[in-house]
């Protein structure tokens, strides 16, 4: 074989090889929210309820927005940009994560607007309110 050739083919299998944990990360992500939302379908036995402490469907739904918004901060920093709702909606979805509505870009933009946590930049999307505007955002 030639250097090229084998170029190539160590180049190809290092793409799938990250094809491959990416999709598996996908994966593990929608295993775990399965599993959540099973917890929310759950009904607790009276005699047990003093053991949930507030766990219950509205709790666990909280919980839940409270992780997508922090991976919403992960990806947005990650990225180093300003990103729209519509492509927050695609990453959270290839990540696992399991939105709610029929227009899901603006069910997550009230809720990160709800949040206060995050700035809108015109034209360019979201970005965290506590971190500076990179200079070319």
Not at 18 to 43: F, G, H, P, V, W
Not at 81 to 94: I, K, N, T, Y
Request: proline share 5%; charged share 30%; net charge positive.
């Amino acid at each position: 074989m030639s250097n090229n050739t084998t170029r190539e083919i160590i180049a190809k299998l290092l793409k799938r090889r990250d094809e491959l944990r990416l999709e598996s990360e996908a994966l593990d992500n929608m295993i775990r929210t399965y599993q959540k939302l099973m917890m929310l379908e759950k009904t607790p036995d009276p005699d047990q309820l003093h053991l949930w402490r507030g766990e219950g469907p509205r709790a666990a739904k909280t919980a839940y927005l409270s992780e997508i918004l922090s991976e919403v901060r992960r990806i947005i920093v990650g990225e180093g940009r300003p990103m729209s709702r519509g492509e927050l909606v695609r990453r959270l979805e290839a990540e696992g994560y399991v939105l709610d509505g029929r227009d899901k870009a603006k069910v997550l933009g009230t809720n990160i607007w709800r949040s206060e946590q995050f700035m809108h930049v015109e034209g360019q999307g979201y970005w965290p309110g506590d971190i500076p505007l990179p200079r070319n955002g």
